[in-house]
Nanobody
Framework: QVQLVESGGGLVQPGGSLRLSCTTSRSIFSFSAMNWYRQAPGKQRDLVATITSGGSTNYADSVKGRFTISGDNAKNTVYLQMTALKPEDTAVYYC?????????????WGQGTQVTVSS
């Protein structure tokens, strides 16, 4: 059973920074990709950032240049460094891991961590 545990959320002022962590129960690069999603109240869950098993990264346009996704395989942890935070970044942030097994796609989710950007 794959487990993902997020941490690092909280309340921060506009322009501030936070680092989210997602620790998995196995090597992060055993998954085809690890992702951060976010969901604001009343809105759909949106993809924020991706890191693949090959180390490639990709970002939503709304966070490019402000957020950085990275991984530490020795710690089984993926990070999301968030800078220049805006009120519109307020959401529950979810860690996701995906893999293909026998042509079937599996997705695993963490419990989410709240990020609130407010003065």
């Amino acid at each position: 059973q794959v487990q993902l545990v997020e941490s690092g959320g909280g309340l921060v002022q506009p322009g501030g920074s936070l680092r989210l962590s997602c620790t998995t129960s196995r090597s992060i690069f055993s998954f085809s990709a690890m992702n951060w999603y976010r969901q604001a109240p009343g809105k759909q869950r949106d993809l924020v950032a991706t890191i693949t098993s090959g180390g490639s990264t990709n970002y939503a346009d709304s966070v490019k240049g402000r957020f950085t996704i990275s991984g530490d395989n020795a710690k089984n942890t993926v990070y999301l460094q968030m800078t220049a935070l805006k009120p519109e970044d307020t959401a529950v942030y979810y860690c996701n891991a995906g893999e293909m097994v026998a042509l079937l796609k599996y997705d695993y989710w963490g419990q989410g961590t709240q990020v609130t950007v407010s003065s």
